[in-house]
């Protein structure tokens, strides 16, 4: 299994950033898909992940400002992210749950400031 995360950079306050996971070695299209973020000094929080068939759920604090998606046919997952504040600032990582165990990409690193 391998996730490869692309997309991160500086952006200003109310900027927008597009993410993107490029995954491999399984079933994509059978697995929900997760982005999960990092702050420095806090625990790993999830942030959206989208059902096999297209559900989504997103964590209240970026409800109406971020969007996730997926291409089953291109194997990837992405996470539209606009309005950003300073305080989505952290490294993203992708992640996959399959039997047994997860599995995460590297992380792209966010920084939202001015």
């Known amino acids: 299994v391998q996730l490869v995360e692309s997309g991160g950079g500086l952006v200003q306050p109310g900027g927008s950033l597009r993410l993107s996971c490029a995954a491999s070695g399984f079933t994509f299209s059978s697995y929900t898909m997760a982005w999960v973020r990092q702050a420095s000094g806090e625990q790993r929080e999830l942030v959206a992940q989208i059902g096999s068939r297209g559900s989504t759920n997103y964590a209240d604090f970026v409800q109406g400002r971020f969007t996730i998606s997926r291409d089953n046919a291109k194997n990837t997952v992405g996470l539209q992210m606009d309005s950003l504040k300073p305080e989505d600032t952290a490294v993203y990582y992708c992640?996959?749950?399959?039997?047994?165990?997860?599995?995460w990409g590297q992380g792209t690193q966010v920084t939202v400031s001015s």
């Open positions: 992640r996959v749950r399959l039997p047994g165990r997860d599995f």
